[in-house]
Structures are given as C-alpha cells and as structure tokens.
C-alpha cells in the first residue's frame, strides 16, 4: 500500500482528490487542510504527499518551507500551465511529482505510483510552463516593491520597510511595470499574481 495524504485548502476539492485517489486499491488516502500544521512523521507515515501548488507560499511566507524541506522529496504538486511562478518553486522546493491540474484523472495516480518508487514525474504539458517559469523578468528588489504595494502599502511605508528612499522605491516600481509589459502598477501586481510569482 502506498500511504498518500493530499493538502488543499478547500474541502470540496480535497474530498474529491482523496476519492480520485481511493479509486486506486494500492492507494491509502487521507487528508489535511494546509493551515492544520504538519504531523508528527512517526503518527502520521507518509509515501507520497499530494498538494495544490497554491497551498505553497510564496517569497517571504515562511509557511510552506518547513513542509518543502520534510516532505519535497515525496512530494506530488497540482499545478496549471497559466502559474509559471508556482510550477518554478514546487520544482524548485524539491517537488518530485507535478501535475496539470487539467490532466486526467489517471495521470495524477501515475503520478503518485511513480513518486513512491523514486521517480520523478512531469506531466508534459507544464514543461514549457516550468521553463517559462525559470525566467521570471523581476528582481529580488523589484518583487518585494510589487508584493508591498499588491498589500496595498504606500511609497513611503514601502521605503520605509525596505529601507530604501522613495525614489528608489519609485525606480524599482517603474522598472518593474514595464519588465512585465504592464500599464500601470495595478496590472504589473495583477500579471505577477496572475502567473503566481508572489
């Protein structure tokens, strides 16, 4: 048997996927919510962990690295092609399984066999994704500006918190907007989020 435990922060979905899974008489499944706080692994033992790829934080959200560094080796993302940034960090986070969440049903079974013997999986239609994913257009600098300010964060808290002057700040934001081909600073926070690089 090949003990699985899927993480999505929505009940309605995390019950399908543990019934899609139980469909595979191979497959023990259970479930938690991303927000439960990680098991014990000798309570709860664990093959394969099964997590949608928005139950991973982005930069600067400390919640996810502890449950990347337990369990990345073993761990199996739901993802989609439109979310380059968040294909790039499950990669990135060790993730050895990752799935279109428009695959079907099956592939995300073959998925989760493949992971507990050892092997990775990349579903082929996120490969571009993943490589798109590689070379995102901001720095470091640029998208701590953007997520500030998506917080809704003045300039000058902005400066202050990065501390930076407010001209710098402004230098970084404008940069940032056309790095991303965007219009204004709305649609550059839309188009960041819209891929999941924050």
């Excluded at 060790?94 to 079974?109: E, F, S």
């Excluded at 808290?157 to 934001?173: C, D, F, K, P, Q």
Aim: glycine share 8%; with cysteine; hydrophobic share 45%.
């Amino acid at each position: 048997m090949v003990r699985t435990v899927v993480v999505h922060d929505e009940e309605l979905l995390r019950s399908a996927l543990v019934e899609l899974l139980r469909s595979d008489v191979a497959l023990e499944v259970s479930s938690m919510s991303p927000g439960a706080g990680l098991p014990d692994p000798e309570v709860l033992p664990t093959d394969v962990w099964v997590v949608d790829g928005d139950c991973l934080q982005g930069p600067g959200q400390a919640h996810d690295a502890p449950f990347r560094a337990r369990h990345g080796d073993r761990l199996v993302v739901l993802t989609s092609a439109k979310r380059p940034g968040v294909l790039r960090r499950a990669f990135d986070g060790g993730a050895r399984g990752l799935v279109d969440k428009n695959a079907p049903a099956r592939r995300l079974i073959t998925a989760v066999h493949a992971v507990a013997k050892g092997e990775r999986f990349l579903d082929e239609t996120l490969t571009v994704a993943l490589l798109e994913g590689a070379e995102m257009p901001l720095t470091t600098r640029e998208l701590s500006v953007l997520s500030l300010a998506s917080q809704g964060a003045p300039m000058a808290e902005i400066a202050a918190r990065l501390h930076l002057s407010r001209g710098t700040v402004r230098n970084y934001m404008a940069t940032a907007i056309r790095k991303v081909g965007a219009r204004n600073r709305v649609d550059a926070i839309r188009i960041v989020q819209s891929a999941g690089w924050t």
